[in-house]
């Protein structure tokens, strides 16, 4: 049986703090931990409550309330911005992990190919 205790989890305020954007001079900065929690309950959501909505929560979580709000009311804000604001945070609350062996849709495995061709007109 694994036996979980509260007290042993530490709040995002004692956590390493890593700075993820900055505008103005203003740093705003996250944990850096992964907490797979925040996953389940992205997952969660948008099976509840739609993308959209998860989506919001999400990135209001990930950059907490001063953070998402600085971004919203930045007046260069775009689609593009919130992409690379939102990507860098995911990558450290969700972790950076990349699977090394690609998997097909007949459920093999296939471990990626170096490229063996020569050039054309080579001779050996």
């Given at each position: 049986?694994?036996?979980?205790?509260?007290k042993t989890v530490v709040d995002a305020e004692d956590m390493e703090m890593v700075p993820i954007?900055?505008?103005?001079?203003?740093?705003?900065?996250?944990?850096?931990?992964?907490?797979?929690?925040?996953?389940?309950?992205?997952?969660?959501?948008?099976?509840?409550?739609?993308?959209?909505?998860?989506?919001?929560?999400?990135?209001?979580?990930?950059?907490?309330?001063?953070?998402?709000?600085?971004?919203?009311?930045?007046?260069?804000?775009?689609?593009?911005?919130?992409?690379?604001?939102?990507?860098?945070?995911?990558?450290?609350?969700?972790?950076?992990?990349?699977?090394?062996?690609?998997?097909?849709?007949?459920?093999?495995?296939?471990?990626?190919?170096?490229?063996?061709?020569?050039?054309?007109?080579?001779?050996?």
């Amino acid at each position: 049986m694994i036996e979980l205790e509260t007290k042993t989890v530490v709040d995002a305020e004692d956590m390493e703090m890593v700075p993820i954007f900055s505008i103005d001079g203003v740093v705003y900065s996250i944990p850096n931990k992964e907490r797979p929690a925040v996953s389940y309950q992205y997952l969660l959501y948008i099976r509840e409550k739609g993308l959209g909505w998860a989506e919001s929560w999400l990135a209001e979580e990930l950059l907490g309330k001063d953070g998402y709000q600085a971004l919203l009311e930045y007046k260069g804000f775009s689609h593009e911005l919130f992409d690379q604001v939102t990507t860098a945070a995911r990558e450290i609350v969700f972790g950076n992990r990349r699977p090394k062996v690609t998997s097909q849709s007949n459920g093999t495995t296939q471990k990626p190919r170096r490229n063996t061709r020569r050039a054309s007109g080579s001779s050996t």
